[in-house]
């Protein structure tokens, strides 16, 4: 018999999670014995961020312009529009110098602003890891990270790279633009599962595996299908992500978090790019339970697509449990390991139903061709011309099977 949740005692309970845990965990590792081994045992519990960037204390007190400048904790993004549409480009200039980290990450700022902003806060943060890495004091192991540390920062600032937000706090947050954003009719935003953050954002082996790489070969698909149509891919890694297969791959804790960070970067596309529809959401993996706590906030006079795939599910039972708002689309290739995961809810563990299951109610997308859990966007799969047909609104050309 099963007991329901309340009625456990918290000994029952912390037994249940490591149960459900190593059940996660070894399912994973059954199905990927080599790196997937080496992240549960790895794993530990992240620290979210929920908070504005560094400075953003010392922006709202700052009255030198005779202004109230948009709290970054609470304002609109129209709001924040509409105040950097009254500023002088000699206003603009001070408050990127000055506060750079709030600029670059502020929902509805310009976003050329953003993208300069931003690579004033990356050359200070490679600066900065530059001089640990050279630090004697420091212990090998500490200058070895921020050498990594500068080195990744060194790669975002490449010439022609539109950086649309970067925290440099914990593992790192960066999220990139791929197109011109301003004028695109179609957006897609990707959000990345677990493992996500400034070290792992652009990876030159197996780049399909990052956040980057899946972002331009999305865009790359578009521009074959629809050379005439300008397109834009925002890989997103906005929020912190689950380290390897541990605790926070089993919660939502870090997805609740997260989700709010979503909503808002919508907020401010929808008054900063005009696409011909709401931007489309590609969730992969934890991603997919980030887009699940979204979905229902996500309002719109047209649905929003959302397309999850390598899901270990998305919080619900249902599609019906996700709003009006969205479209949900959802494949997964039969060599994916999250097939081994558990599909349920437990006392808040767990991520509910599997969303390729037709009782869930999402459009099946067929992905033959994908192979593992991070093979979706791979060159002549049926995963990847699909994404390209759904980002493009060309519905009638996304095959089921």
């Known amino acids: 018999m ?30 990927d014995a080599g790196a997937a081994a080496a992240q549960a045992v790895s794993s530990n519990e992240q620290l979210a961020i929920s908070t504005p960037p560094a400075g953003s204390a010392a922006w709202v007190a700052d009255h030198s312009l005779g202004l109230d400048l948009p709290d970054p904790a609470t304002a609109a993004p129209q709001a924040v529009a509409a105040f950097f549409a009254t500023l002088t480009p000699e206003q ?32 200070a943060e490679r600066d900065r890891a530059r001089a640990r890495a050279a630090d004697p004091k420091l212990d ?13 920062s060194e790669g975002l600032l490449a010439k022609g790279r539109q950086i649309l937000a970067f925290d440099p706090r914990g593992r790192g947050l960066v999220s990139e633009v791929y197109g011109d954003l301003a004028a695109a009719q179609r957006v897609s935003v990707l959000v990345p599962g677990s493992d996500a953050d400034l070290g792992h954002f652009d990876q030159t082996v197996d780049p399909l595996r990052s956040p980057a790489g899946m972002a331009r070969a999305l865009l790359a698909e578009e521009h074959r299908q629809a050379p005439d149509t300008h397109s834009a891919v925002i890989a997103w890694t906005g929020y912190v992500t689950p380290s390897g297969l541990g605790p926070d791959a089993v919660t939502s804790r870090l997805a609740d978090v997260g989700a709010p960070r979503l ?15 709401p931007p489309t959401l590609f969730c992969h993996s934890y991603g997919s339970v980030v887009c699940g706590v979204a979905a229902p906030k996500i309002h719109d006079d047209r649905k929003t697509d959302v397309v999850v795939f390598g899901s270990p599910g998305m919080g619900v039972q249902n599609t019906g449990e996700l709003g009006d708002g969205v479209r949900i689309w959802a494949t997964r290739n039969p060599t994916d390991w999250i097939a081994n995961v558990p599909y349920l809810e437990v006392g808040g563990l767990g991520h509910g139903a599997d969303p390729t299951n037709p009782e869930f109610g999402s459009v099946q997308v067929s992905s033959a061709g994908a192979v593992g859990h991070t093979g979706y966007f791979a060159q002549h799969t049926d995963s990847l011309r699909n994404f390209g047909s759904i980002a493009l609104g060309d519905y009638s050309d996304v095959t089921n099977h």
């Open 140 to 152: 090998a192991d500490t200058r070895a990270l921020a050498k990594s540390r500068a080195d990744d």
């Open 92 to 123: 603009t200039a001070h408050l990127v110098a000055a506060y750079p980290l709030v600029v670059g990450n502020l929902d509805g700022a310009p976003l050329q602003l953003r993208y300069q902003a931003n690579r004033v806060a990356i050359a």
């Open 263 to 277: 909503i808002r970067l919508l907020g401010g596309l929808a008054v900063t790019s005009s696409p011909a529809a």
């Open 2 to 31: 099963q007991l329901h949740p309340k009625r456990r005692s918290p000994l029952q309970r912390r037994r249940l999670k490591r149960v459900l845990i190593g059940v996660f965990a070894a399912s994973a590792v059954l199905a």
